[in-house]
T-cell receptor, first 113, second 117 residues
């Protein structure tokens, strides 16, 4: 089965908050990531969280980690049309320097005007 | 952030031919490069990890004789799909990182779309 799971689509109104959820199965995951993929562009790292953290905030982005439930979420405040993209959750045992990442299938964020 | 390029961005080839995809780190030295494959509506799947000057480490189920990886310099890794078949059609993405200890961000290339007829 999947190691990292995400819902495929999320639709929100412009200006509302978007919450994208992710679950993972590997309890040894040390780093958890959120990437953004826009058409024709490479994956862009949005943020990452170390497994001993519960929350991380960076401007409009808030990441929550529930390590007990192996649940990760990304909240985008005041969602804008430019936030329309595919968002990937990913995990790694180490900090990316030596290990490849395990990705979810990605969540398509659709912004309604 | 650091820039990783891939060439070509897309390629169409006939079944049975070989295709080479290049991945370059433009402004940093990449000690480790990773190759991923992404099928439509699927996640990126790690194919192999490549360290400069060493043989690549392949993930389970990835044929090393079919997907030849060379990482001869600190700024270039190549993936050659040998004797390509239609089932090899996919989106191939590379990433590069500049270190192997502590936290080192992986920088992703824009991907290469391979279509095998």
């Amino acid at each position: 089965g999947e190691d990292v799971e995400q819902s495929l689509f999320l639709s929100v109104r412009e200006g509302d908050s978007s919450v994208i959820n992710c679950t993972y199965t590997d309890s040894s995951s040390t780093y958890l990531y959120w990437y953004k993929q826009e058409p024709g562009a490479g994956l862009q790292l949005l943020t990452y969280i170390f497994s001993n953290m519960d929350m991380k905030q960076d401007q409009r982005l808030t990441v929550l980690l529930n390590k007990k439930d192996k649940h990760l979420s990304l909240r985008i405040a005041d969602t804008q049309t430019g936030d329309s993209a595919i968002y990937f959750c990913a995990e790694a045992y180490s900090g990316g320097g030596a290990d490849g990442l395990t990705f979810g299938k990605g969540t398509h964020l659709i912004i309604q005007p | 952030g650091a820039v990783v390029s891939q060439h070509p961005s897309w390629v169409i080839c006939k079944s049975g031919t070989s295709v080479k995809i290049e991945c370059r780190s433009l402004d940093f030295q990449a000690t480790t490069m990773f190759w991923y494959r992404q099928f439509p509506k699927q996640s990126l799947m790690l194919m192999a990890t490549s360290n400069e000057g060493s043989k690549a480490t392949y993930e389970q189920g990835v044929e090393k004789d079919k997907f030849l990886i060379n990482h001869a310099s600190l700024t270039l890794s190549t993936l050659t799909v040998t004797s390509a078949h239609p089932e090899d059609s996919s989106f191939y993405i590379c990433s590069a990182t500049g270190g192997t200890s502590g936290y080192n961000e992986q920088f992703f290339g824009p991907g290469t779309r391979l279509t095998v007829l």
